[in-house]
């Protein structure tokens, strides 16, 4: 009898721990159960991440501008992108954080889709519209286009192609009124965490103490270089407080050189150890 109720007490206290577990703790896997996550530069602040079978490309569908100084794809990494040639074959989502020409060009993002027949694009109605104004073929797509309307630090979650994401409508570097929505995405891949903040420079303290970063286990954040290199903004103290990501890739390199963003790293590692910055197309880190 003593057995029997000793064994009875022990499962109820095994349920009870198991019924209190925190939200946080039961998302997060054991490092040895999740499948890796590989993020390639591509430009700019464009990448090409990949977990598994999944693969998404953010903001890296875009040509070059001589109106802008800013680096673009190589002329194969863009051809292989609009035609869904290896390595970017069965791409699950594009995603493009706002409507600049450093951030997508829409015929070339048209011709992606097209030749990525159960991919989805995920954006800004910015962006909508302006795909909707220059594709030839915009009807074929409109479909596969999620461009949710967000008000200023509105979020929403969404889960497209089984990758879930959260959506987050936060201001470019210091404009209060800048005249496009800029998206930051935080996109859930095999139980990776990785946010793209888009455009957002951290100079706006107000939006990630709302948004709260910090409680999202963030595996990998790619940030604008601003948020380092402007010191007299709380970008570090957005970082440190309100994002908490595990990792830090430093890109939107502008015209700056290789040698800025290495700068910037040594200036910051012993802040940031977990910190890398883009410099060269191509370039990789796996997780």
Known sequence: MKLKLSLFIGLIFIAL????????????????????????????????????????????????????????????????????????????????????????????????????????????????????????????????????????????????????IHITHLRHHRNLHWPEDVYSFLIDMNDNRILHAGGSTGYFLDEYEQVRYDTMNIDVAILYHHFLSEENTPGRAVIKDYIKPSHILIGHKDNNSNSFMENLKTKFIDEFPNMNVFTETGESWTY
């Open 17 to 164: 721990i198991y019924c209190n577990e925190s939200p946080n703790e039961s998302y997060t896997k054991n490092d040895s159960e999740k499948n890796s996550l590989k993020v390639t530069y591509i430009a700019q602040s464009g990448v090409f991440v990949e977990s598994g079978s999944a693969k998404v490309l953010i903001d890296a569908v875009f040509k070059s501008d001589p109106r802008w100084n800013y680096p673009a794809p190589s002329n194969a990494d863009l051809s292989k992108m609009e035609s869904g040639t290896s390595p970017f074959e069965n791409v699950s989502l594009y995603f493009v954080t706002h409507a600049h020409i450093d951030h997508f060009d829409a015929i070339s993002l048209e011709k992606s889709l097209n030749n990525t027949p159960s991919a989805k694009l995920v954006t800004t109605p910015n962006v909508y519209n302006i795909m909707k104004q220059w594709c030839s073929n915009f009807d074929k797509i409109k479909e596969r286009v999620f461009a949710p309307s967000l008000n200023h630090k509105e979020s929403l979650d969404t889960t497209i192609n089984n990758i879930s």
